[in-house]
């Protein structure tokens, strides 16, 4: 590859609504050791990228390209890399949350931050797969450790976490309980959830009782209030790190335990995650997709925060072919 050839990419130079995205172009990037260069065909969003887009957080003052979900095909690969090899189908998540960079027509990764991309889904259902379903395995596989026959409460149950972690639990037997509004229960209830609660109407703190995992997406009073449905002994895993002051605290005042989760890269999930889609058992719902030069419209729908399922941005003309 030419040294000096670019690439589309979105990056911002200031903090800000979804107009600070503009269209630029970069050098293609090289892959280092164990790295993988990849032709990025699809793009996943995640409120983890509005926020960042908004506000000083992990990556702190632009310039950035965000975006850490990608499907695509490996270009070149780094010293040492045994698992790919050009012309490979590939999806992951780069590693969060420095890793940064998939809204962009190439990215360099870890090769053990991705896997194999099943054949059976094209690249824009990869696409939106890596950084929620990764979530929800590390949050209710590794973490909770949930069985069949448990009772886990999924709060935000049709968003992009909380619709794969439906799923991720039935396919291991739990029984789930997850609130929505009302105009998405039969989504919610389409993907196997048990009970649907309309979090507008009904308060869930005294409508749920004794289970033995909560799967938190909200955080604030709704973290704090949802450690009184649990069982004694049971589990609150909440997916907003920030804001936790006193949580500990109010758990064990509770009898029950709580553990802030930071999803990370994983290549061992991102197989498991895989075999569920090859065995038909995981799908993402995609609401919307946008062009690469559309990525500001894309984020404007996800400020909204009323995304059921995902919103993904296609990078090349073929990612849903």
Request: charged residues 20%; proline residues 6%; negative net charge.
């Amino acid at each position: 590859m030419n040294e000096t050839a670019t690439m589309r990419a979105i990056s911002q130079d200031r903090l800000g609504g979804p107009e600070v995205l503009r269209e630029v172009r970069l050098p293609i990037p090289r892959p280092g050791p164990s790295e993988v260069l990849v032709r990025v065909h699809a793009a996943g969003l995640n409120p983890t990228d509005w926020k960042h887009r908004a506000l000083p957080l992990f990556l702190g003052e632009p310039p950035f390209v965000l975006g850490w979900d990608l499907s695509g095909v490996v270009e070149a690969v780094g010293l040492g890399v045994t698992l790919y090899q050009p012309g490979d189908e590939v999806f992951g998540m780069l590693p969060y949350p420095y890793g940064v960079g998939s809204l962009a027509e190439y990215v360099t990764a870890p090769a053990r931050a991705l896997t194999h991309k099943p054949a059976s889904v094209d690249h824009v259902q990869a696409a939106a797969l890596p950084l929620a379903a990764l979530t929800a395995w590390q949050a209710l596989v590794d973490t909770a450790r949930i069985e069949s026959g448990q009772r886990l409460l999924i709060h935000a149950a049709a968003g992009g976490v909380g619709h794969l972690a439906v799923q991720i639990a039935k396919e291991r037997g739990a029984y789930v309980i997850g609130t929505a509004s009302a105009e998405k229960h039969d989504f919610v209830r389409g993907l196997g959830a048990d009970e649907v609660i309309d979090y507008r109407t009904t308060d869930f703190a005294e409508a749920v009782r004794d289970v033995d995992v909560v799967l938190d997406t909200q955080g604030g009073e709704t973290r704090i209030r949802s450690l009184r449905t649990l069982r004694p002994g049971g589990l609150l895993v909440s997916l907003r790190p920030d804001g936790t002051e006193g949580l500990a605290e109010a758990a064990e005042a509770a009898g029950v335990l709580a553990k802030p989760l930071l999803v990370e890269a994983d290549h061992a999930g991102m197989n498991a995650i895989a075999d569920l889609v090859l065995r038909d058992r995981l799908r993402a719902s995609v609401e919307a997709t946008f062009p690469l030069d559309q990525t500001a419209k894309a984020h404007g729908l996800g400020d909204t925060g009323h995304v059921t399922g995902k919103l993904v941005v296609t990078v090349r003309e073929s990612a849903s072919l």
